[in-house]
């Protein structure tokens, strides 16, 4: 049984067949589904120049689901410092603070959020990746900036996206509270965590370690039709693999067809053991041996699949099971 909140982060995949004003309208009705199905926040991720997945700034994200809802929790996953001036972010996400109290959090990461060189230059204006030390400096003057310039009222509460044991250390230092991207780099999970934890300094900002694990999450009533609903991500994951970020999401009957290399399948189900797919029962089982071994106080889910129904669906699917467990 899973005994922390559950959440969910959301990356706006832009469908084969749709366009993006389609997945904006869909952000809206996701957020306003997941609020009644009572999970505790959704996170919007920064991506760029992607076919799959749209370019649309989480700070807007943001404001237009908490214009349809009124208690879950709202923030990025994240916010991606190397490409926003700090304190624009503080501004930004101190005004959504202001204007939704205690329902904003300001999740902060490192990448550029895109595989493309010419655009990650571009959002740098023409600068090279960050340094660690300019990312440090970055991460230090949004909190400087938050407490110290913007005087809105309540602030937002921050939080620091790690898929390292570096990044890990710079939560641990600054008193930050860690969602770790197990969705992205699995196998650097616990390592992150042990960092984490034995280096934690108390802050104004979180008193003791606190901890949110990313999982990528897909559930169905069987376990093939969750395979199914799996498989454009498959398909984009696939395409990274081979360094290509211009790969379309697909329907999962393109991605049922799609000819993957016998490194590809391996890779891919090596990702999908340390995820949770299938029936309710299976990935609830596997989330709650995930939120054991790793201590997580909140588990957050990300469902990348083709269509609103289904994505709503495979989250449903979970609390509905996690309520009846609770019964039984």
């Given at each position: 049984m899973i005994d922390v909140p559950i959440s969910a982060l959301e990356v706006a995949v832009v469908e084969a067949g749709t366009h993006g004003v389609e997945t904006l309208r869909d952000t809206a009705a996701f957020a306003h589904s997941l609020e009644l199905l009572g999970y505790h926040r959704i996170w919007y991720a920064e991506h760029?120049?992607?076919p799959a997945i749209g370019a649309f700034p989480p700070v807007v994200l943001i404001a237009h689901a908490a214009a349809s809802t009124s208690s879950i929790r709202l923030g990025s996953g994240g916010v991606l410092a190397p490409n926003h001036a700090p304190i624009m972010g503080a501004e930004q996400f101190g005004t959504l603070a202001a204007l939704h109290e205690d329902r904003i959090d300001l999740g902060i990461g490192r990448g550029p959020g895109t595989f493309d060189e010419a655009t990650a230059r571009a959002l740098r204006r023409g600068a090279g990746p960050a340094t660690d030390a300019e990312y440090h400096d970055d991460v230090a003057a949004i909190l400087?900036?938050?407490?110290?310039?913007?005087a809105l009222g309540p602030l937002p509460e921050p939080w620091l996206l790690c898929s390292s044991p570096a990044g890990a250390a710079l939560a641990a230092r600054l008193g930050l509270p860690i969602a770790v991207a197990h969705h992205i780099r699995?196998?650097?999970?616990?390592?992150?965590?042990?960092?984490?934890?034995?280096?934690?300094?108390?802050?104004?900002?979180?008193?003791?370690?606190?901890?949110?694990?990313?999982?990528?999450?897909?559930?169905?009533?069987?376990?093939?039709?969750?395979?199914?609903?799996?498989?454009?991500?498959?398909?984009?994951?696939?395409?990274?693999?081979?360094?290509?970020?211009?790969?379309?999401?697909?329907?999962?009957?393109?991605?049922?067809?799609?000819?993957?290399?016998?490194?590809?399948?391996?890779?891919?189900?090596?990702?999908?053991?340390?995820?949770?797919?299938?029936?309710?029962?299976?990935?609830?089982?596997?989330?709650?041996?995930?939120?054991?071994?790793?201590?997580?106080?909140?588990?957050?889910?990300?469902?990348?699949?083709?269509?609103?129904?289904?994505?709503?669906?495979?989250?449903?699917?979970?609390?509905?099971?996690?309520?009846?467990?609770?019964?039984?």
């Open positions: 760029h120049h992607s400087s900036f938050l407490v110290d310039e913007v699995p196998d650097n999970t616990l390592a992150v965590l042990e960092r984490y934890r034995a280096e934690f300094a108390p802050s104004r900002w979180c008193e003791q370690p606190r901890v949110v694990v990313c999982v990528e999450t897909v559930c169905a009533e069987t376990e093939q039709e969750a395979a199914w609903r799996a498989g454009p991500m498959d398909v984009v994951k696939a395409g990274l693999l081979q360094g290509r970020s211009d790969i379309p999401f697909p329907t999962p009957a393109e991605a049922a067809a799609h000819p993957f290399t016998a490194e590809e399948r391996q890779a891919l189900a090596g990702f999908h053991a340390q995820q949770a797919y299938g029936t309710p029962e299976a990935v609830v089982r596997r989330l709650a041996q995930l939120a054991a071994d790793t201590g997580a106080d909140e588990l957050m889910l990300t469902t990348p699949v083709y269509d609103l129904d289904a994505r709503v669906r495979s989250y449903d699917l979970i609390k509905k099971y996690c309520e009846a467990a609770k019964t039984a």
